[in-house]
């Protein structure tokens, strides 16, 4: 059966640092893989979306990026962290193909100090 | 225009009876899956059930079911017999090829 991972679950970082979260799946191939944030009570933000390796689509203009090295790898950055950058993160796979659904990582939180 | 419109902010249900949440879409494609999520306190998205805009009966999973009525353009959530445990957000989302839309939730709560 398929899996996704997502790390780390929590992290504290200082103004202006780095950030990398990183999301694998297992036990499917070619997915489609999702970056989403989401504010404390609110609903889901689409940041990124990738239908295969290097292909990345950005929704929001923002400070973060997203890269996908391998098949099932997918990847969170910035290179400098604004206190709006603060959230929860969710990374999500689904089926390239057919109208099955998104499944989640269980989510990082930020906390931008 | 929204794609998806969850129009009750907040529910609550006591325990043991049965709780209905709306969802409204709106798409022209023809071919789309609609979705019901759970989200406890504790942050991670527990896929519930699916449809398709195919499937000419409703979906059923336990004690969750999904009432479609394509021509209304609504995908309401039912939830049977409810339970202290169903206490939640709980987002409707769409699929219109690679992309996902999400409601803003609904938040249900269960009273003992």
């Known amino acids: 059966s398929q899996t996704i991972h997502q790390w780390p679950a929590t992290l504290v970082q200082p103004v202006g640092s780095p950030l990398s979260l990183e999301c694998t799946v297992e036990g499917t191939s070619n997915p489609n893989l999702y970056w989403y944030r989401q504010a404390a009570g609110r609903g889901l933000q689409l940041l990124f979306y990738?239908?295969?390796?290097?292909?990345i689509s950005s929704e929001v203009p923002q400070n973060l990026s997203a890269s996908r090295p391998q098949d099932r790898q997918f990847i969170l950055s910035s290179k400098k962290l604004l206190l709006s950058d603060s959230g929860f993160y969710l990374c999500a796979w689904s089926a390239s193909y057919s109208n099955q659904p998104q499944h989640f990582g269980d989510g990082t939180r930020l906390s931008i100090l | 225009a929204q794609k998806i419109t969850q129009t009750q902010p907040g529910m609550f249900v006591q325990e043991k009876e049965a709780v209905t949440l709306d969802c409204t879409y709106d798409?022209?494609?023809?071919?789309?899956?609609l979705f019901w999520y759970k989200q406890p306190s504790s942050g991670e998205m527990i896929f519930l059930i699916y449809?398709?805009?195919?499937?000419?009966q409703n979906a059923t999973e336990g004690r969750y079911s999904l009432n479609f009525q394509k021509a209304r353009k609504s995908a309401n959530l039912v939830i049977s017999a409810s339970q202290l445990g169903d206490s939640a957000m709980y987002f409707c989302a769409m699929r219109e090829g690679r992309r996902f839309y999400f409601g803003s939730g609904t938040k249900l709560n269960v009273k003992p």
């Open positions: 449809q398709g805009s195919y499937d000419e």
């Open positions: 990738s239908i295969g390796i290097d292909q």
């Open positions: 798409t022209s494609d023809q071919s789309y899956g």
